[in-house]
């Protein structure tokens, strides 16, 4: 075969390489949903215990998905876990008083962070922490409260 | 035979392993190390690259989509016991990703392209061609072995990245199209699920380095052989041999550093 | 082109070379001196150390012990890289033509002199075609090494070993395995591009009169020694019993027609102590 047309089938070659590997990672691990930072703002938040609660967890206002957590640190100084997240510009305007919670899709789902705002005039913005949150529930810690209520008051 | 005497048959054998390991080691350093040859180089590359890329193309994806479609169907029976169908795409996405695509390209390869190399060069030295090249003063090492070695650690990870598309496909063509799953959920799941650094490119970073060793063994077989024509037969089934057990073990220990025991 | 650094007459001089496998010895002090611009024969029956040599002066093998000069020059100690650099004043003729299976007849004949040179692509072509003329297939450029007769395919091997224009050549066997034509085109080729390109050429062969026909000069090999050398005449006509009987093609003589084994009669059971019942 000509040495041009080797040159080609190879350039195709690795093209079809290089798009293959680009599709993975664009719809396969969805690059494309680490919300773009101009239409986004960053919140973060405090938690006592986020047990299972992974880095891409999504983030959700009544249900419907507004951003999701980009970073799970500690805080070294009031030993809590700080949730770092991107939300959506589209949603502007979370009072002051919103409530973050980690919840569970179904009983053994993934976990996930659930926003409900509150009624106060005042507004989140860029970078602003919510306060009010509720951890994790840990199905076993349930599961040894309610045994331990049932032992003490028969 | 007395004992003393198996020992020092199995000390004999022990020997040969060793020298044949330092052979081999000797080969991949002479041919990685040294100057890049920039007037010859990019086309000896390009040439093996057809001979083991393009040709390795048409069985990578055939078989990607049958394994896509088995995994898709396969995933969905086990699944749907558990009602989670929608984590499908996450299941079938994870498996090929970073294990079935890398590791079945990889053996594919081994068969396909590391054969012919062994082949190849068993051939050459059968027919003087690799003495020729020392008189006219070439090295054969530099000039067969260091573009066959750079071919195989570069074709790889592409191969394994299209396995895995066509695989992704078929996967798609089973469980959304056929079976019913939904699309949105199909993906969503999947991308919720997976992270660039640690999936997809370690998937890269292990079909590079099964390349590498698959070609290394080819064509250490190949340089290694008796030249004859059994002799070269026997080495072209060792290749196949050496290097799907290689892709295999390398396989365990590069998962175990990768994604640990956690 | 290069030109070895000599101050003697002798292209090669060889002294006291022992080369071996393990414990087999195959050349065991070997003394040969290749005179300049000559056609020197190597000769001796199969199996006797000749091709040896010739990978030995090649620097593809690597002597236990003795000297290989070379244009003056040791290669018995010379470095990898120096090895390479001095192999491009020889070339070499192997047994199979040894041509690249890969490439065409004139990329064959052009192959040393693209990873040799920076010539221009013109300049290369007037070059093959000169050395293709030269071994008469000036209009086979175009073919396949597989569409070549064995004949041909030396023919080539021939052009690609002297498009360097060396100072020495190394014939492998030139002419095992070839038709009585192939065998006159390959001699005469030889005798005229010794003389014409001011070459030396050492011949290594056990076909006896083709040989004797080109030779200035015979080295006879037996059992990792030369058993006799001198001017072809003189070799021929040799004294020396084993000399004699190898370049006259005798079935029987100190090389003995049979293996040896035990004694004929009585591994038949001929003899008559260990068959008493036979009859006598």
Redesign the interface.
């Given at each position: 075969m000509q040495s041009r047309a080797i040159e080609l089938a190879v350039g195709l070659f690795i093209l079809a390489g290089i798009l293959a590997l680009a599709f993975l990672a664009i719809q396969v691990s969805g690059i494309n949903r680490e919300f773009d930072s101009k239409s986004t703002y960053q919140l973060y938040a405090e938690f006592n215990n986020v047990a299972g609660l992974t880095r891409k967890a999504k983030v959700t206002v009544a249900g419907v998905q507004v951003g999701l957590v980009t970073a799970i640190t500690i805080n070294p100084e009031s030993m809590r876990a700080r949730v770092d997240m991107v939300i959506s510009s589209e949603v502007k305007d979370l009072s002051e008083d919103t409530i973050a919670a980690i919840q569970t899709a179904g009983i053994l789902g993934e976990k996930y962070i659930a926003l409900s705002p509150g009624g106060a005039l005042e507004t989140l913005s860029d970078g602003d922490r919510v306060h009010d949150t509720q951890s994790a529930l840990i199905l076993e810690e349930l599961v040894g409260k309610i045994l331990t209520s049932r032992a003490t008051n028969p | 035979m007395t004992i003393l005497d198996q020992i020092a048959k199995l000390g004999q054998g022990g020997l040969v392993v060793v020298g044949n390991l330092g052979r081999a080691g000797m080969i991949v350093a002479l041919a990685l190390l040294g100057p890049p040859d920039f007037r010859?180089g990019p086309?000896l590359l390009?040439?093996q690259?057809?001979s083991v890329?393009?040709f390795s193309?048409l069985i990578i994806a055939v078989s990607g989509l049958f394994v896509g479609m088995v995994l898709a169907l396969q995933g969905y029976n086990l699944l749907i016991r558990f009602d989670a169908v929608e984590a499908l795409g996450q299941a079938v996405?994870v498996t090929l990703?970073r294990e079935l695509g890398p590791v079945i390209s990889a053996l594919l390869f081994a068969g396909r392209a590391g054969s012919a190399l062994t082949a190849e060069i068993g051939?050459?030295k059968a027919?003087?061609?690799l003495?020729?090249m020392?008189?006219?003063?070439?090295?054969p090492i530099r000039r067969v072995v260091r573009p066959r070695l750079w071919a195989g650690i570069i074709?790889m990870?592409?191969?394994a990245?299209?396995f895995?598309?066509v695989a992704?496909w078929g996967a798609v063509i089973i469980g959304v199209g056929w079976l019913g799953v939904g699309a949105d959920a199909f993906?969503t799941n999947?991308?919720?699920y997976?992270?660039?650094r640690r999936?997809?490119f370690n998937g890269?970073i292990k079909a590079a380095v099964f390349g590498g060793v698959i070609t290394w063994i080819a064509v250490f077989q190949g340089y290694n052989t008796v030249p004859t024509s059994e002799g070269i037969s026997r080495a072209t089934t060792r290749t196949v041999v050496y290097s799907s057990l290689a892709v295999l073990g390398m396989d365990f220990l590069l998962t175990a550093v990768m994604f640990g025991v956690n | 082109m290069t030109e070895f650094s000599s101050e003697t007459s002798n292209l090669i001089e060889i002294n006291k070379l022992c080369f071996g496998y393990k414990q087999r010895a195959v050349l065991n002090g070997v003394d040969i001196k290749i005179p300049k611009g000559r056609v020197t024969a190597i000769m001796g029956p199969s199996g006797s150390g000749k091709t040896t040599i010739l990978r030995l002066i090649a620097g593809q093998l690597k002597a236990n012990s003795g000297v290989i000069k070379v244009g003056g020059r040791d290669i018995t100690r010379m470095s990898r890289n120096d090895l390479f650099l001095e192999r491009r004043k020889m070339g070499v003729l192997f047994q199979s033509g040894a041509l690249f299976t890969d490439l065409p007849v004139f990329e064959n004949v052009a192959f040393p002199l693209r990873v040799h040179t920076r010539l221009s692509d013109s300049m290369i072509r007037d070059i093959v075609l000169v050395k293709l003329e030269a071994v008469g297939l000036r209009g086979a450029r175009d073919l396949m090494p597989a569409e070549l007769s064995g004949g041909m395919a030396r023919r080539v091997a021939l052009a690609r070993a002297i498009v360097l224009d060396p100072q020495l050549i190394l014939y492998d066997e030139p002419f095992a395995g070839q038709d009585p034509i192939s065998i006159g085109i390959l001699s005469d080729l030889i005798k005229r591009l010794n003389s014409a390109l001011n070459l030396t050429s050492i011949v290594i062969s056990h076909s006896v009169p083709e040989t004797a026909a080109i030779a200035d000069y015979i080295y006879v090999i037996a059992r990792g020694k030369v058993a006799d050398c001198g001017p072809t005449q003189r070799v021929i006509n040799s004294e020396d019993p084993r000399v004699h009987q190898f370049m006259h093609g005798l079935p029987d003589g100190p090389v003995a027609f049979h293996y040896p084994a035990p004694d004929y009669r009585s591994d038949l059971g001929l003899d008559s102590t260990s068959h008493p019942s036979w009859p006598k």
């Open positions: - | 010859h086309a390009i040439r690259l057809y890329g393009v193309l996405s990703v051939l050459m027919t003087e061609q003495a020729a020392e008189v006219i003063g070439v090295d074709a990870p592409l191969l990245q299209i895995n598309v992704l993906w999947m991308q919720d997976l992270e660039f999936d997809i890269v | -």
